[in-house]
């Protein structure tokens, strides 16, 4: 079956860096979409970015020039580096295979001083 296991949350202060990581199993992973969601308490689950088989990117535009999204096809992985972080980035993350419903279990970011 299809499991995503994210990685890489945590505290951090305003103005920090995370690196979150997203490894993909029973999947093809090379041929599908992927992206990264996030939800804030009492927000609904909005699209934070998303990278399509061909490597081509999107991302919402309260992290851009912030964020950047990747794949390593090798390792079945999609990472999200996250910079300049800010108090509102505050969210568990989740990783999905876009288009279809597969989500990974989530990973808590904090941002705070």
């Known amino acids: 079956q299809v499991q995503l296991v994210e990685s890489g949350g945590g505290l951090v202060q305003p103005g920090g860096s995370l690196r979150l990581s997203c490894a993909a199993s029973?999947?093809?992973?090379?041929?599908?979409?992927m992206a990264w969601y996030r939800q804030a308490p009492g927000n609904q689950r909005e699209l934070v970015a998303d990278i399509t088989h061909k490597h081509s990117t999107n991302y919402a535009d309260s992290v851009k020039g912030r964020f950047t999204i990747s794949r390593d096809n090798a390792k079945n992985t999609v990472y999200l580096q996250m910079n300049s972080l800010k108090p509102e980035d505050t969210a568990v993350y989740y990783c999905?295979?876009?288009?279809?419903?597969?989500w990974g279990q989530g990973t808590q970011v904090t941002v705070s001083s």
């Open positions: 029973g999947i093809r992973f090379s041929i599908y979409a």
């Open positions: 999905k295979v876009q288009n279809y419903d597969y």
